[in-house]
């Protein structure tokens, strides 16, 4: 029933972007309400009318509120909420905390992202750590069943992604977190494309640390992501960098850590940005995590099942619960040169490569993949267009 309440006409009309382009790269960046674009605007005014320093004095209860929208928004503690440039920069606080010791263990998924991996493979180098990755199931999703085989006294760290930049797979993020409880082993999840489009809740997934970035489902600016850091494991990590933020220089020769989860940011900050990231945060909320959600996968579903009833195009996500990302090859077509094809057309999409996730695209034999990523402000006639102009191309 909650889709056809949901109001996606007011949903539009807080798009600018929605009269320009037909935007399915959402998991790229989604395009920001005005509310959003209106309160970064409205602070950089601030800050060139009376000064940085003192916009940020004015503007001290915005910003703290952003660390309490964000805990709502995954059901954390403020305390537990960091805020930092990306969700990658925030990721490499967490991962990099960890005293690794020759010989631990690092189980991950086959579609962890890229940049979480070179921080493994850095990491091994370095420390001596081994990397072991944990087979995916029947549907193409992390085996539990081979996750709980492969834990032992050595295992450190579960750092798994939640749902890929790659494409439509959900991983069962809720059943890993029973595990590593079980096990009592530290689970860090990738939440980047899973956020703002799926309801998340450290607390039902019993995840350590999670990171999220504002740009992609959460619709908010770039250069903004986030980290929680559950409070009882706060006082075990150690930060890899300190500053006189995440510190205080209490003699010449002592220094005391922040005891809460701000002890992984950098002092310096964009206060427009991080404002209008909990701007998009409220916003969400406002139409609620499990509205947004329905209304995502309902259209994603239109979408793959229109994309697959055609000849020489092939669906290419994984998983048994698929969200709102859908990926595609056309036979004998670059998904590079469909995609420019589309952009000419003002059909925005991405294309997912090698780089970004290698396991997973070496083991299924793929180079590249189109990535056409849905949000709630998208519509049934959007998709239809799309498909008329994917239709266009295959018989080109
Ligand atoms: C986009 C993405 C990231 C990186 O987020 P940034 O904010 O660009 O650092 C990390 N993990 C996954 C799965 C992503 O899709």
């Known amino acids: 029933m909650r889709n056809t309440e949901f109001d996606v006409e007011r949903a539009r009309l807080d798009t600018p972007g929605c009269k320009n382009v037909l935007h399915f790269n959402n998991a790229g960046a989604s395009l920001m309400p005005r509310q959003v674009l209106a309160a970064v605007i409205e602070h950089l005014e601030l800050e060139a009318e009376i000064g940085g320093y003192e916009a940020a004095d004015q503007a001290r209860n915005a910003v703290d509120h952003v660390y309490d929208s964000i805990a709502r928004l995954i059901g954390a503690q403020t305390d537990e909420i960091a805020i930092a440039e990306s969700a990658t920069r925030a990721w490499d606080m967490a991962f990099y905390a960890i005293p690794f010791a020759p010989g631990d263990r690092i189980l991950t998924s086959v579609a962890e992202y890229g940049s979480n991996y070179i921080a ?8 001596g750590a081994i990397i072991e990755v944990i087979p995916n199931d029947e549907h193409g999703q992390t085996s539990i069943e081979a996750l709980r085989g492969l834990i032992d006294e050595r295992t450190r760290l579960i ?51 999670l990171t999220g970035t504002g740009r992609k489902y959460i619709r908010g600016p770039r ?37 809460d989860a701000r002890r992984f940011e950098s002092w310096e900050t964009n ?44 669906v290419r996500d994984l998983g048994s619960k698929k969200c709102g990302i ?9 998904p590079s040169t469909t995609k420019e094809s589309l952009s000419e057309k003002g059909m925005n999409v991405s294309v997912s490569t090698m780089n970004s996730t290698r396991l997973d695209m ?10 056409a990523s849905i949000h709630y402000y998208n519509t049934k006639e959007e998709i239809n267009r799309f498909c008329n102009a994917i239709d266009v191309i295959v018989s080109s």
């Not at 493994?120 to 420390?127: D, E, P, Q, S, V």
């Not at 986030?226 to 002592?254: K, S």
């Not at 427009?272 to 409220?282: D, F, P, R, S, Y």
Request: contains cysteine.
């Open 120 to 127: 493994f493979l850095h990491t091994a180098l370095r420390r």
């Open 159 to 209: 750092a798994v992604t939640h749902v890929p930049t790659n494409g439509g797979l959900v991983n069962p993020a809720e059943e890993i977190g029973e595990v590593a409880e079980d096990a009592g082993v530290l689970y860090l999840l990738d939440g980047c494309q899973s956020v703002g489009q799926m309801p998340v809740d450290v607390s039902r997934i019993k995840c350590d640390m």
């Open 223 to 259: 250069g903004t992501g986030f980290l929680y850091v559950r409070r009882a494991i706060l006082e075990t990590l150690d930060p890899p960098f300190l500053d006189n933020h995440a510190a205080t220089w209490a003699a010449r020769d002592c220094f005391h850590i922040r005891p």
């Open 271 to 314: 206060c427009a940005a991080k404002i209008g990231l909990g701007i998009a945060v409220e916003y969400a909320l406002s139409w609620g995590v499990e509205s947004i959600w329905s209304r995502v996968s309902m259209l994603a579903v239109l979408l793959r099942e229109q994309l697959a009833e055609m000849a020489d195009v092939t």
């Open 326 to 334: 859908v990926t595609f090859t056309i036979d004998a077509h670059e």
């Open 362 to 371: 070496e083991d299924r034999g793929l180079k590249s993949v189109v990535r």
